[in-house]
């Protein structure tokens, strides 16, 4: 059985990984350990940041993705910046800031970057569309009250579990094919 390990902390991203491996017959193995978080334009740049580093230590397959949100009426912040203004701009303050405006639409970047063991690294990059709610609603994370997928009507904070997990897994859906066809 081929063995892929993902560099994460979080444990839904953990999950969602082992669940598209599982049915490539690929073992998913977490690196929980802390890699500097470099600040960059994009989350592909991050990503690869963390990998490169990564494949000094370790020599197997690697990977890392990271997320970033980008607010259409604000000009695509927070960008990459955000985990961290998610951890520190309270929900209600994002949603007095976009009071200010019509547009409620943003997208979620999701980046991925592959690190092999010869060096090789592949990147996958795909965004989801957003919209972004006048009310807060659920309990969990900070700005996941407000944010929802574009024909939703429910925040992620409002579902348990995420019931559209395909959205969220389409790097780890293509990196399993792409080690899957690899015969070595």
Request: proline residues 4%; hydrophobic residues 40%.
């Amino acid at each position: 059985m081929k063995k892929v390990f993902l560099i994460t902390k979080n444990k839904g991203k953990l999950l969602a990984a082992q669940k598209v491996f599982s049915k490539y017959n690929i073992q998913v193995k977490q690196i929980d350990k802390e890699y500097p978080e470099i600040q960059a334009k994009s989350s592909l740049e991050i990503a690869r940041f963390t990998v490169l580093e990564a494949i000094k230590e370790f020599k197997a397959p690697l990977i890392r993705e990271d997320h970033s949100l980008f607010i259409h009426a604000l000009n695509g912040f927070p960008g990459p910046y955000t985990n961290y203004f998610d951890k520190t701009m309270p929900v209600k303050t994002l949603i007095k800031i976009l009071s200010l405006f019509k547009d409620r639409s943003a997208h979620m970047e999701l980046a991925a970057a592959l690190s092999l063991p010869n060096g090789k690294i592949y990147d996958f990059v795909y965004q989801v569309p957003l919209k972004i709610s006048k009310n807060v609603k659920g309990t969990e994370r900070n700005w996941d009250k407000v944010l929802m997928l574009e024909e939703d009507t429910h925040t992620f904070s409002e579902y348990e579990e995420n019931p559209r997990l395909e959205v969220w897994t389409k790097n780890y859906e293509r990196i399993a094919k792409l080690l899957s066809a690899d015969k070595k």
